[in-house]
């Protein structure tokens, strides 16, 4: 097996996946995992008018530049789905951001000039998150004053409007998180694709029809409930049973490790924060206060230790 530590892009597959080749060259391998993550669906009309948080670092910046040079407006946040795959979906940060710009304005003394409006296609926003969730996060924002638009398919993004089948309505800071899809190498690769374009993978990770290909996080298509979440912890736990079954594989061994179903997350508002935790068999809510917010500092603290 070799290795490499320089950044590159994929290009193909070739070899029934035993030949990774990239931008800077081939890569040869005895069993590949493929967690490149999922490409966000950015088909909308205008949706170059909108600032999607979680494309990395420099969206966050704009977002953060935008708000401080603003005097007072409308900002719109909302996020979408992939209407053939449900799961392919990622609506937890944005609850975030709304709460958490909100409860900044409100720290800045700033709040009262601003309105904010939260929409989706969906009139039950965040309904993975399981009912309770729903009716906890659309109370707090009638709590907040956040005005919403929901149940109606977007049109359109304008660069001072949202657009959808229901009306429209002005917006000077537009945040936005599309529904996401495969990524476009995956188009040269010949490997099983879901409805919604994600590589399709059994409950041990394997990508059917191959020898020791496997796929995790949100690259994948797994079995299981429709509420299964594309975030970080689905992805660790995905990990950990594609790594055991790889090295079975690997040295001849039987390989059946599954991953956990859960959806454990804090909707964080700058000091405090909400813990939303669900699996097959129940489903919590346990409602904001400062100490969730400092279990996730510390939480990310010690999940970064190790990476240091």
Not at 144 to 171: M, N, P, Q, S, W
Not at 180 to 197: C, E, H, I, Q
Not at 225 to 246: G, R, T, V, Y
């Amino acid at each position: 097996m070799t290795a490499r530590s320089n950044p590159a892009h994929i290009t193909v597959l070739g070899d029934g996946g035993r030949t990774v080749h990239t931008s800077l060259g081939e890569v040869t391998n005895d069993a590949l995992v493929i967690a490149t993550g999922g490409r966000f669906i950015k088909r909308l009309p205008g949706i170059e008018h909108a600032i999607t948080p979680c494309e990395g670092i420099t969206a966050a910046e704009r977002i953060r530049d935008r708000l401080r040079e603003m005097q007072g407006g409308t900002i719109a946040v909302g996020f979408a789905g992939n209407p053939n795959e449900p799961t392919a979906v990622r609506g937890g940060p944005m609850f975030e951001f709304l709460f958490g710009i909100d409860e900044q304005l409100r720290r800045e003394g700033r709040r009262e000039r601003f309105e904010i409006v939260f929409f989706n296609p969906s009139t039950e926003p965040g309904n993975r998150l399981g009912p309770k969730a729903v009716k906890h996060l659309l109370g707090e924002m009638a709590r907040r004053g956040i005005r919403t638009h929901l149940g109606y398919k977007l049109k359109r993004f304008d660069t001072d409007k949202v657009v959808t089948e229901g009306g429209e309505f002005a917006a000077d800071l537009i945040l936005f998180m599309p529904g996401m899809t495969g990524n476009a190498w995956f188009d040269t690769t010949g490997l099983p694709r879901s409805p919604g374009g994600l590589l399709q993978a059994d409950a041990q990770c394997r990508i059917p029809g191959t020898e020791r290909v496997y796929v995790v996080g949100d690259s994948g298509s797994f079995p299981g409930p429709d509420w299964m979440p594309k975030q970080a912890h689905m992805a660790d736990l995905q990990a950990a049973a594609a790594a055991e079954n790889l090295l079975a594989d690997l040295q001849g061994k039987p390989s059946s490790a599954t991953f956990k179903v859960e959806l454990i997350c804090i909707v964080d508002a700058v000091d405090h924060g909400t813990l939303i935790w669900r699996t097959p068999e129940r489903n919590w809510l346990l409602p904001s206060t400062r100490l969730f917010h400092w279990a996730k500092r510390g939480f990310e603290w010690n999940y970064l230790r190790q990476y240091r």
